[in-house]
Structure formats: C-alpha cells, structure tokens
C-alpha cells in the first residue's frame, strides 16, 4: 500500500518536500521534473538527499540517450530511491523540447532510455506518463507503449487516468478538460498483471483513496496536497494507522529546525509553501498575511513562533477540530 506525492513544477521543491515529511512519514516524496540538461549544467548535481527525504524519487525528462547515462551516474551518487521518466508533461514548451508526453509516441527511443539507465545503475527506474494523446480514447498505443518499455526493463508505472491534449489547450487546462478513466486505467493493470500499475488524477477524497488502494499498487496525489497540506494528517491516520498528533505550530516549529542557515535566509522560498497550512479554517486569512509581512521585512524566520503566541485561542480552537 503506497501513497506517493505527484512531483509538481514549482511545488515540490526541497523546501515543500520537508514540510510533507513532517507531516507524513509514510508518503512517496517526489522532486519536481529536471530535464537532463539542467541536471547536467545546473546546480542541482550537488544536492544530496537527507536521511528524512527517505523514500525519494527523482524525476527526470529528456531525449538524449547519452544525457540519460550522464544523468544516472550523477543520481547514483545523490541518494535518490527511484530515477522516474517524464512521459506525460502535455506543456508545448516541453512538447517542444521533445519530450514529456509526445515520448507516448516513440515507445523505442524510451525503452533505449530505460536500458541505458539500467545498465549504470541498481536504483529502480519507472516511468509516469497518460493514457494516450489529443481525443482517441482507444488503448492501443499506450498498450504498445507499456509493453514495450517493460521489456527494456521498467515494472513500475504511474498512469495519470487522463489523455495530454498537445494542441489548443493549455497546460493547466490538461489537468481537467480531459475526462478522467479509471476504467482504462484498471484496463492496463488486468493486461499487464506482472508490472506495478500506479493511480494517478483527480484523486481528493479519503474515502476515494482507500477505495483505490483496493484495486490498485499505489494511489499519487498532487494539487489536492499542496492546496491543503494537513490532509495528509488524515492519510496518515486513516490509510496508514499512525495515531500520532500534532499541531500545526508543532509542524511550524519542527519545519524551521530542519532549515540550515542558507535556507532560513531564504524567506519567500522557505516560507511560500506554509501559505495553505491553516486552509479552511479561521486562521488561514491571518496566517497567509502574517507569512507575507513577514517575507516582506527584516524579521528572521523564527519570529514564525509569534504568530501563535498571538493567535492562541484560535490556534487551540483550530487543532481541536
């Protein structure tokens, strides 16, 4: 039984990846999409995964077999639990690049990839992509596509239950005018029995997840978790047993203890992501104001602790609901 946080561009940087660990021991982290050239030229080859990170996959998109080696041997040395290729990103920018969801197309040239990886390293390598490309909802090229890559040696898919639309829509609109097909999701998972099928779209409710968790291997969520960051409180409790319980000033705190200097410097990257920690409640007006004067001033990030020496009442109020 899995739970694995979508990688998000923009999102799912080091800083929220943190907070979600606090907040959930059991969850799959993921990184944010890194092209192989910005892995390569970029300042992220020196990062390296902390203990708390622990289960992290990376996630990587390209088209270049030789960048894909190059990539590997770089992961191999950062800490990384699963190198994961990006086949499903519908944005033209990343069309353009060719790569993202167009790989859908071109099963060889990603199977090729898979090999290359494989062949440099022990760390598992699977793949997150659609069900298909533009209207066809016929099954036949991502059928192709799975088997093919599989026989390369990749066993593990993240499927988001939705077709990428290349053209006349934006990215943001390909993670909902798409209608969502769990059918056809379960349809890949009975075809292809010997291979890890992963949920991935639309996903919001408890009760949806723990339904999911039934049939298939794992459940992602995305948008769902950045927008509401304490729900994972409630997946912890519910899909994983664990009673513990926590404020939301004792997440704050323990956040700011695991920052290290340059990163507590940091205030609109350290911060932005604590914006929807109080989301839906009588707080979350304040607390968004609060984070923003605060990014705003010369207070160090410590001053956090004021908030809820002057929100008290309402604090106890919030955390006993």
């Known amino acids: ?18 907070l979600v660990r606090i907040i959930s021991p059991n969850i799959v982290l993921f990184t944010e999409m890194i092209t192989v050239d910005s892995l390569i030229r970029g300042s992220f080859k020196k990062y390296l995964v902390n203990e708390t990170e622990h289960p992290l996959v990376i996630q990587l998109a390209g088209n270049d077999r030789n960048k894909f080696i190059e990539c590997t041997k770089i992961v191999s040395e950062q800490g990384f639990d699963e190198i994961n290729l990006n086949i499903g990103c519908p944005s033209s920018k990343v069309v353009k690049g060719g790569f993202g969801a167009c790989q859908i197309e071109d099963p060889i040239k990603v199977a090729q990839y898979v090999e290359a990886i494989k062949a440099q390293t022990n760390i598992p390598v699977s ?63 009975e075809l292809f029995p010997h291979i890890n099928i992963y949920i991935n779209g639309g996903i919001e409710d408890i009760n949806e997840i ?5 049939t298939y291997d794992g459940v992602m969520i995305g948008r769902k978790i950045y927008n509401n960051p304490m729900f994972l409180s409630e997946v912890e409790h519910i899909i994983f047993s664990n009673s513990d319980t926590f404020s939301i000033q004792d997440i704050v ?35 968004r104001i609060y984070l923003h004067n605060l990014v705003n001033s010369d207070q160090r990030i410590e001053n956090l602790e004021n908030f809820f020496v002057e929100n008290d009442y309402e604090e106890k109020k919030v955390n006993c609901s």
Request: glycine share 4%; proline share 2%.
């Open 210 to 214: 723990k339904k999911m968790l039934d």
């Open 127 to 189: 793949i997150k992509t659609r069900l298909g490309l533009g209207y066809d909802h016929d099954l036949k090229n991502i059928k192709e596509f799975i088997r093919i890559t599989s026989e390369s040696g990749c066993d593990t898919y993240y499927i988001h239950a939705r077709n990428a639309i290349l053209n006349g829509i934006s990215t943001r609109k390909n993670r909902s005018v798409p209608p969502l097909r769990y059918h056809d999701v379960l349809k890949l998972k």
């Open 253 to 287: 705190r323990e956040y700011i203890s695991r920052l290290d200097a340059e990163e507590a410097l940091n205030k609109q990257y350290a911060l932005k992501h604590l914006t929807n920690l109080y989301k839906g409640t009588a707080l979350s007006k304040k607390w």
């Open 1 to 18: 039984m899995k739970v694995f946080l979508a990688p998000m561009v923009g999102r799912t940087d080091k800083y929220f990846r943190k």
